[in-house]
């Protein structure tokens, strides 16, 4: 394995390389933002933030755009929830911005000289819509959103129409460096040791992985189940009415900051990777309900115990994850060479791969 491909442990805890991951990844590409049901109405907003940096998305009418979230007369941040339903108005001085970030002069005329002063708009940013999944871009992107997702464009719009209700939305701020939260949600090695009583009891992560495709830092692969482990409730069988049906622990990564998985089709997660400082990353967990073939209509009761048992589930997962790797960053800061990469791990070398390619970093 060429160790120049390979990530430097310096890059996990030292906050100068956060200015450059910005920079060079976060400024440069489409990055994941939104799901549109968060945005439905108007006035709808969500906030987001990478490195700190404030960035609202906000419903004019039905138009999404996105703004840098700084006011741009005495810049305090406008929208300060996580996400809601309000004008993108300031609260410090009730200064409006409309749909192209200009302020309403009609506000300010008491105050200000209109005639004489010029008034800055909001910084604005691109805004692409796949499906029901919406990406930003901080600068004038390279490609258009279909070049940059290449075969990963049809898979979005394949799962967004069977992605029908949100029943969970969180942000947990972890103290882990984005890239390892990555690394370990793109690899199942992992999971006979972490996940031994939830992942890997329900008979996933055991047999080698399939179906692996790679593009442009993008990946995705299916980790089948075991033969002898059946669906354990004939009560639950209406779940292969899904219209995602597949017999697989089904996992996509969407460079540089989106994970999507699926058991058997039957419940869809959306992880937005959110990088707070060098050591520390907002996780924002989205859990959706599917929709079913030919109109079907489960037991609402029934349903409802379901997605309560996956909400659990995959929470319980993602604390398993978590608690590990909150260990594993307080000692990286102290190893000497890079990783040892398996054949299980070959998602991870494609990410460095591409993450090393835009930082034009090697290992020293």
């Not at 007369?73 to 409309?98: A, E, M, S």
């Not at 419940?267 to 520390?280: C, R, T």
């Not at 609402?300 to 590990?324: C, G, M, P, R, Y």
Request: a neutral charge; charged letters at 25%.
């Amino acid at each position: 394995m060429n160790l120049s491909n390979l990530i430097s442990p310096q890059n996990y805890f030292d906050e100068k390389i956060t200015e450059i991951e910005f920079d060079k990844i976060f400024s440069k590409e489409w990055i994941f933002a939104s799901m549109d049901d968060d945005l439905q109405e108007n006035n709808a907003f969500i906030t987001l933030n990478i490195f700190n940096y404030p960035i609202v998305l906000q419903n004019f009418r039905g138009e999404i755009k996105a703004f840098e979230n700084i006011c741009t007369h005495r810049h305090n941040k406008i929208q300060t929830d996580t996400k809601g339903n309000r004008p993108l108005i300031c609260k410090y001085h009730n200064w409006v911005f409309d749909v192209d970030g200009a302020p309403r002069k009609n506000a300010l005329k008491k105050y200000f000289d209109i005639e004489n002063e010029s008034f800055n708009c909001l910084k604005s940013f691109q805004v692409a819509k796949v499906g029901k999944f919406i990406f930003i871009c901080l600068e004038e992107p390279k490609q258009d959103i279909n070049q940059f997702l290449g075969p990963f464009y049809e898979k979005l719009i394949e799962i967004s129409k069977a992605i029908n209700k949100q029943f969970y939305f969180e942000d947990d701020n972890q103290k882990i460096n984005w890239k390892i939260i990555i690394e370990n949600v793109i690899e199942a090695y992992h999971c006979h040791a972490i996940h031994k009583d939830t992942l890997y009891e329900m008979g996933f992560c055991s047999i080698p992985e399939t179906n692996q495709l790679f593009y442009g830092g993008h990946s995705v692969a299916d980790y089948p189940k075991r033969n002898d482990i059946e669906m354990p409730n004939n009560v639950l069988k209406y779940l292969e009415k899904s219209i995602l049906k597949h017999d697989s622990f089904r996992h996509f990564f969407i460079y540089p900051n989106l994970v999507i998985s699926s058991t058997e089709g039957t419940s869809i997660y959306v992880g937005n990777i959110l990088p707070i400082s060098a050591k520390e990353t907002k996780l924002r967990k989205r859990f959706y309900d599917i929709n079913f073939t030919n109109n079907f209509e489960p037991s609402k009761a029934i349903h409802k115990a379901f997605l309560s048992l996956v909400q659990s589930s995959i929470n319980n997962i993602l604390t398993e994850d978590k608690n590990l790797l909150e260990e594993l960053q307080k000692t990286i800061k102290f190893a000497k060479n890079t990783y040892h990469l398996g054949l299980e791990e070959t998602r991870i070398v494609d990410f460095h791969k591409k993450y090393n390619s835009q930082l034009q970093c090697q290992i020293s």
